[in-house]
């Protein structure tokens, strides 16, 4: 079963500013990676998939590189409405279809 | 629109059995996989497992073969989770996800209370 770790824990970050989060896997999984975002009382939503394509009404702020083992999510100016949990999840092997633990995002 | 629409909330005693569902529409329900993901209070996401609809090949973590079942009713659209003997530790959130690679489509929850 492939690990994904990401970290840190927990970010605090003021709004317009950068918030990069980072995810490892315990194996290679070459661009089989997802961010899913997470507010309080809702279902996760798909941020962005696959090399770099970002699921439908996910604004341009949002990037991610990384291949292999090494992943970052970066959200370039955050605003209000994304303080959230955000969850990355490798589908380059499964079962199981493993999630990280989740990168807490709030207002520093 | 595609939509993934589940079964409400659920309280249950230990040792009784469950079947939650999640009714598909907007998209061919036979084309993508169709998984589960438990989130526990306060916790993250597990994934539990996932179904065809086309043949029902079925695919489960390890975490959890044994100790639950997926199946489908292609004449409703319809994913089921069920349990045969439910205990205090499977109190949870469920959530069902369409899966083309990733979980592009997310149902709104089912909160199954064990107690």
């Known amino acids: 079963e492939i690990v994904m770790t990401q970290s840190p824990a927990i970010l605090s970050v003021s709004p317009g500013e950068r918030a990069t989060l980072s995810c490892r896997a315990s194996?290679?999984?070459?661009?089989?990676l997802a961010w899913y975002q997470q507010k309080p009382g809702q279902a996760p939503r798909l941020l962005i998939y696959g090399p770099a394509t970002r699921a439908t009404g996910i604004p341009a702020r949002f990037s991610v590189s990384g291949s292999g083992t090494e992943f970052t999510l970066t959200i370039s100016s955050l605003q209000s409405e994304d303080f959230a949990v955000y969850y990355c999840?490798?589908?380059?092997?499964?079962?199981?279809?493993?999630f990280g633990q989740g990168t807490k995002v709030e207002i520093k | 629109e595609v939509q993934l629409v589940q079964s409400g909330a659920e309280v249950k005693k230990p040792g009784e059995s469950l079947k939650i569902s999640c009714k598909a529409s907007g998209y061919s329900f036979t084309s993508y996989w169709i998984g589960w993901v438990r989130q526990m209070p306060g916790k993250g996401l597990e994934w539990m497992g996932v179904?065809?609809?086309?043949?029902?090949?079925?695919k489960y973590s390890p975490s959890f073969q044994g100790q639950v079942t997926i199946s489908i009713d292609k004449s409703t659209s319809t994913a089921f989770l069920q349990w045969s003997s439910l205990q205090v530790s499977d109190t949870a959130m469920y959530y069902c996800?369409?899966?083309?690679?990733?979980?592009?489509?997310w149902g709104q929850g089912t909160m199954v209370t064990v107690s």
């Open positions: 999840q490798q589908y380059h092997n499964w079962p199981p279809g493993t």
């Open positions: 179904i065809y609809p086309g043949d029902s090949d079925t």
């Open positions: 194996q290679s999984i070459s661009r089989n």
């Open positions: 996800a369409r899966q083309p690679d990733a979980f592009d489509v």
